[in-house]
């Protein structure tokens, strides 16, 4: 089957916004979620889309759907080191779908 | 409060060895899964229970045994594993099987 595509690597500078994208292959799927992993640690959830949604937002989390082409966003503004980790979104219901991940690296 | 625990935090095995992997919640969650994840990679499902009861299995070999003695506890027996093996193991549970999944630290496991 298709992958749920991610880029691999983001790098930004302290204080910028980053985005993360996602393009998702299961137009079924009731919810979207976005999920940071720091290393050597588990899945945090950091937010979700309901599929009827065309965009959330949480504090300083943004996430953009596009359901006519696939595709997810998550802005991240006011970017910190804290920041820095593998981000996942992933699809599914019951069976989550989790994309290549994106590896953002932020610079002080 | 949206905490899954899970023990041990690492593992070294060899190949001959028995050994379980632990998930707890007491969240009420009715939904418990198990992941893998190998180094640089997006998580696997391996396998789902729901109320108790195995619903999916993603074709697992049977060196992986998943066990549900409650609704708060999920174990993963390992016996005659294999080097390839070696990954993190990620517990998840959720409200009910449709809703979001919460993820515990994971165990990282190592066959030799």
């Known amino acids: 089957g298709e992958d749920v595509e991610q880029s691999l690597f983001l790098s930004v500078r302290e204080g910028d916004s980053s985005v993360i994208n996602c393009t998702y292959t299961d137009s079924s799927s009731t919810y979207l979620y976005w999920y940071k992993q720091e290393p050597g640690a588990g899945l945090q959830l950091l937010t979700y889309i309901f599929s009827n949604m065309d965009m959330k937002q949480d504090q300083r989390l943004t996430v953009l759907l596009n359901k006519k082409d696939k595709h997810l966003s998550l802005r991240i503004a006011d970017t910190q080191t804290g920041d820095s980790a593998i981000y996942f979104c992933a699809e599914g219901t019951y069976k989550y779908i989790f994309g290549t991940g994106t590896r953002l690296k932020v610079l002080a | 409060d949206t905490e899954v625990t899970q023990t041990p935090k690492h593992l070294v095995m060899g190949m001959t060895n028995k050994k379980s992997l632990k998930c707890e919640q007491h969240m009420g969650h009715r939904a418990m899964y198990w992941y893998k994840q190998k180094a640089k990679k997006p998580p696997e499902l391996m396998f789902v229970y729901s109320y108790e009861k195995l619903s999916i299995n993603e074709s697992v070999p049977s060196r992986f045994s998943p066990e549900c003695p409650n609704s708060s506890l999920l174990n993963l027996h390992l016996h005659a594993l294999q080097p390839e093996d070696s990954a993190l193991y990620l517990c998840?549970?959720?409200?009910?099987?449709?809703?979001?999944?919460?993820f515990g630290p994971g165990t990282r496991l190592l066959v030799l």
């Open positions: 998840a549970s959720s409200q009910v099987p449709t809703e979001t999944q919460y």
